[in-house]
């Protein structure tokens, strides 16, 4: 049986307006680590500073993979109806995608 445990899928407005999603087990050691830039090889290091603009917490890991997975495939226009919460507007920009 799987332990439970702390993990977060977040979302990370970049310098460029771009954004970076991630997961994690530990949220404000990662955004240390964002905002510090201890990869050079990574998408935000030339990218800071960062902003934190959403984020949600899993008891399992796989369900936290899952999510980031399709939250990596949605526009840009859904990631920020995300950040507002905005349900029938995600759902109204997953069926226009459909069509």
């Not at 030339?46 to 993979?65: G, N, T, V």
């Not at 029938?88 to 995608?97: D, F, M, P, Q, V």
């Amino acid at each position: 049986m799987a332990t439970i445990h702390n993990y977060f899928v977040y979302i990370l407005e970049c310098a460029d307006k771009s954004y970076y999603t991630g997961v994690t087990n530990d949220l404000e050691v990662r955004l240390l680590q964002h905002n510090n830039g201890e990869n050079p090889l990574a998408y935000t290091y030339s990218r800071r500073p960062l902003i934190l603009r959403y984020f949600q917490r899993f008891d399992y890991i796989e369900h936290a993979i899952e999510f980031e997975k399709q939250v990596k495939g949605w526009s840009r226009k859904k990631k920020e109806a995300l950040f507002l919460e905005d349900w029938n507007e995600i759902k109204r920009l997953s069926n226009l995608k459909k069509k």
